[in-house]
């Protein structure tokens, strides 16, 4: 008797809708999924641009209209890779209609809404997955695995920073990223390296925020210009429950850095770095090497750290961004069977997005604040 068939419904064609794509048709040939995978149907702006979507990127069937993909009952999965303010209206319609819903990051870009879309998903009986793929990365999980056994003894300080340079240029029109329906730098990226830090770390109790807006304003293609609201910088200090403390950066304007998601935690026998920038590789120090021996010393990547060896049997050789993606999908296929927790369900986005508002109301206020229980 085959598996049974799982048939994905994708909202979105751009940059993520993509990368959700490659990942459903890796972990199809890497992992052992409790289902058959079919890319069902896809939906984009227009019918010309859906059927367009389904022939490049192997859907079935391909539509204008995602009302139409949410409403048909062969689809067992909604993914939504839309703009951040589109999450929640698609999010709900999947869910009351019955279907699992894996959606991108942030989960919506008010606190408020993203709590509406975790207390549906909770009274729909289905399972939901937020992207933050680069949990996923086995380098990330050894890091959590080393904290845990105890190797970098007691955890004092973390450092953490997500940087990348797609809104650098002043001139770069108004976009649904610079109006606060859509959100800022921290939910867009500080989402991903506070979903990191509390990875590793634990709950954070505390934040002390400072969220900049450095270009005040941006052609709005019409010949003048609109007034940004959004914040383009924002930086917090941290004080986790487990007593360490630490920080965080958030930028899209970091000119010159494309993908830059970085951590050091230092602890009272050792310290890690490492670098989305060359997410192989974990540096790892420990206090006690005898003198003259002591340093940073690089950890590679490799079959010993799952699942990287169900990609590729020769360590050093190396994963990229896209199996990343079909390691969460994976994961996330596991929960849908009942075989595993949600790895990042809405409730968890929903604790992100509370993250992120805490900061952004802590800059406001100048204060340390604690984020919502």
Not at 146 to 172: K, N, P, Q, V
Not at 219 to 231: F, I, N, Q, R
């Amino acid at each position: 008797m085959g598996k049974p068939v799982l048939n994905v419904g994708l909202i979105g064609t751009g940059f993520m809708g993509k990368t959700h794509t490659f990942g459903f048709a890796a972990a199809s040939r890497v992992f052992d999924l409790p289902f058959e995978v079919v890319l069902h149907t896809v939906a984009d702006r227009t019918e010309d641009l859906g059927r367009a979507a389904a022939q490049s990127l192997g859907f079935r069937h391909g539509t204008g209209d995602w009302r139409r993909l949410v409403a048909d009952p062969e689809i067992h999965l909604v993914d939504v890779t839309t703009p951040n303010a589109f999450h929640k209206e698609m999010s709900l319609a999947g869910l009351a209609a019955g279907k699992h819903v894996y959606c991108e990051k942030p989960l919506a870009p008010l606190a408020s809404e993203a709590r509406e879309m975790a207390d549906a998903a909770d009274l729909s009986g289905t399972k939901t997955q937020v992207g933050f793929n680069y949990l996923c990365n086995p380098m990330i999980g050894l890091a959590r695995e080393m904290i845990e056994a105890g190797e970098l003894g007691e955890i004092r300080t973390f450092r953490g920073i997500h940087a990348e340079d797609y809104m650098t240029d002043a001139g770069h029109p108004y976009s649904f990223r610079n109006d606060p329906v859509g959100g800022g730098v921290a939910a867009d990226l500080g989402s991903h390296i506070l979903a990191t830090a509390e990875h590793l770390m634990g709950p954070i109790a505390q934040v002390l925020g400072d969220a900049v807006t450095a270009i005040a304003t941006r052609p709005d293609g019409k010949g003048g210009s609109l007034p940004v609201a959004t914040d383009d910088v924002t930086r917090a200090f941290l004080r986790f429950e487990n007593g360490a403390t630490g920080s965080i950066e958030a930028s899209w304007i970091a000119n010159g850095r494309k993908m830059q998601h970085d951590f050091e935690i230092y602890g009272s026998k050792g310290g890690l770095i490492f670098s989305q920038e060359r997410f192989n590789e974990l540096h790892f120090y420990r206090s006690e090497d005898p003198a003259g021996r002591q340093g940073f010393r690089r950890i590679e990547a490799g079959p010993a750290h799952p699942p990287y060896g169900l990609f590729c049997v020769a360590p050093g050789h190396q994963l990229g961004f896209n199996d990343l993606k079909a390691i969460e999908v994976a994961r996330y296929l596991d929960a849908i069977a009942g075989t595993a927790p949600e790895p990042f369900n809405f409730r968890k986005g929903l604790h992100i997005q509370e993250l992120v508002e805490t900061i952004l109301r802590s800059s406001r206020e100048a204060r340390w604040l604690s984020p919502a229980a």
